[in-house]
C-alpha cells in the first residue's frame, strides 16, 4: 500500500494517541497532586502556571515553523514528543517529589498543551491539499483515546498508584512518535505567488481586528474556562456523590466518549451548516450541560452531564478548527490556529485552573457548578451575537 494511502489511519491513529497523552498528563493533574500532597488551591496555581507557559509556548512554536523552512509541523510535534517524554522519565527516575521534579510536571504538561494547535494544523493541511482525511472522523478518534485512557487510568489508579501516570504517557508519546516519524511530511507551507506582497508580520493584531474572529474566540474562551474547570476537578464532583477514582475515570470516559460522537455528527452537520452556525449549537448545549451539573444529586445524574460534553465540545472542537481555517490566508494558518487555541483554550485553561480551586475551598462545590454556569451563558452570548462575513483573509 502506497505511503499516502496509509494517511487515512495514520492520522486518527496520531489524534488517539495524542490525547492518551493528554489524559496521562493532565486528565488526572488532580489526583496525581493531591496525591502527592497539593491543595485544591495550589493545584490550581501549578495548572495556571503551565497555562501561561502554553500561551507562550504556541504562538512561539508556530512562528518558528513558519520563519525557518527546515521546521515543519511533523518536525516540531516529533521534537516536544521526545522532549516531554525525557522530562517524565527525568521525573520516574526520582525517589521524592520536590521543587525540581514539579518544575519538570509543569514544564512536560506546557509543552504537550501547545502540540495542541500543531496536530490541528497538521490534520488540516492533509484536508487543504485533498488527502484523504476526515478531520472531524479523526478528532474524534482523538476523544476515544481520553475516553478509553480515561476509564483505564482511572481504574489503575485506584487499584495501585498515581505513579503509574508517568509510565502511561512514556509508552503512548513513544508509540505516537513512531507514528508520526512514519507519516508523511507535506514541508513547509510557503506563501501562494498571488500574495507575496503581503506580509505575514502581525497576524495576531489583524486576529483580533477581525470581530467575527475575536467574538468567537472570546465566546470559546468563557465555554472553556467552565469546562477547564469541570475537567481538573472531575474527582472533587464525583466524590460529592460518593464516587472514587474509578467513576472519575467513567465520567471522563463518558465525557470524551459522547465527545467522539459529536464529532462524528459534526462531519454531518458541515456539510450542511457553516462552521459558525455549529459552534452556535455548541455554545447553547454548553449552557444546558453546567445547568444539568448543577442539579445532579446522585452519581448517574453525574455522568449524563459529562455525556452533554457531546454536543458541547464535541461540536466546537472541530467546528473551531474549520473556522479558523476558512478565515486565514495558507501562510498564517497555523499561526492562526496557535493564536485562536492561546484565546479560547490557553487561556481557559490558565484562569479556569486559576480559580476553579480558589472558588472550591473558599465557597464550595456548588458554587464553582453554578459559576460555570455563568461563564458558559456568557460565552453563549458572544458567539450568538455573530453573522458570518464570509471569508476574511487575515
Request: contains cysteine.
Amino acid at each position: 500500500m502506497k505511503k499516502i494511502a496509509w494517511l487515512k489511519y495514520q492520522y486518527p491513529l496520531a489524534q488517539f494517541l495524542y490525547w492518551v497523552t493528554c489524559c496521562a498528563c493532565s486528565g488526572f493533574v488532580a489526583v496525581y497532586l493531591q496525591y502527592k500532597g497539593f491543595s485544591n488551591t495550589l493545584i490550581g496555581t501549578v495548572v495556571g502556571i503551565y497555562g501561561v507557559l502554553s500561551l507562550i509556548l504556541q504562538p512561539l512554536t508556530s512562528k518558528l515553523i513558519q520563519k525557518y523552512s527546515f521546521l515543519t509541523v511533523r518536525r516540531m510535534l516529533m521534537v516536544l514528543l521526545l522532549t516531554t517524554g525525557i522530562l517524565f522519565l527525568m521525573i520516574m527516575s526520582g525517589e521524592s517529589f520536590g521543587m525540581f521534579p514539579l518544575v519538570l510536571f509543569i514544564s512536560i504538561n506546557a509543552f504537550n498543551s501547545s502540540m495542541i494547535p500543531l496536530i490541528s494544523s497538521f490534520g488540516m493541511e492533509y484536508v487543504n491539499q485533498k488527502r484523504d482525511v476526515n478531520f472531524g472522523l479523526a478528532r474524534g478518534f482523538g476523544s476515544l483515546g481520553w475516553a478509553v485512557s480515561a476509564a483505564v487510568v482511572g481504574f489503575l489508579l485506584e487499584k495501585y498508584s498515581p505513579d503509574l501516570l508517568g509510565y502511561i504517557y512514556v509508552v503512548s508519546a513513544g508509540i505516537l512518535l513512531v507514528n508520526i516519524f512514519f507519516m508523511e511530511d507535506l514541508g513547509y507551507v510557503e506563501k501562494p505567488i498571488l500574495d507575496t506582497e503581503k506580509k505575514t508580520d502581525g497576524v495576531f493584531f489583524k486576529c483580533i481586528r477581525d470581530k467575527l474572529f475575536l467574538f468567537v474566540a472570546l465566546g470559546i474562551l468563557f465555554d472553556n474556562i467552565s469546562h477547564a474547570i469541570c475537567t481538573t476537578y472531575t474527582i472533587n464532583i464525583v466524590r460529592s456523590v460518593g464516587g472514587t477514582e474509578t467513576a472519575a475515570g467513567l465520567a471522563q470516559f463518558f465525557g470524551a466518549g459522547s465527545e467522539m460522537i459529536g464529532m462524528v455528527i459534526f462531519a454531518v452537520l458541515i456539510r450542511r451548516y457553516s462552521s459558525l452556525q455549529v459552534l452556535k449549537i455548541s455554545s447553547i448545549f454548553f449552557v444546558v450541560r453546567f445547568f444539568f451539573l448543577i442539579f445532579a444529586g446522585n452519581l448517574p445524574m453525574v455522568m449524563i452531564g459529562y455525556a452533554l460534553q457531546g454536543p458541547s465540545a464535541g461540536f466546537y472542537i472541530p467546528a473551531a478548527v474549520y473556522f479558523v481555517n476558512e478565515r486565514m490566508l495558507p501562510q498564517n494558518r497555523t499561526q492562526g490556529q496557535a493564536i485562536f487555541n492561546v484565546i479560547a483554550s490557553g487561556m481557559a485553561n490558565f484562569i479556569g485552573n486559576l480559580i476553579g480551586g480558589r472558588i472550591i475551598d473558599a465557597f464550595g462545590l456548588r458554587n464553582m457548578l453554578v459559576i460555570c454556569f455563568g461563564f458558559a451563558v456568557v460565552g453563549c452570548v458572544c458567539i450568538m451575537s455573530r453573522k458570518n462575513s464570509g471569508k476574511y483573509n487575515v
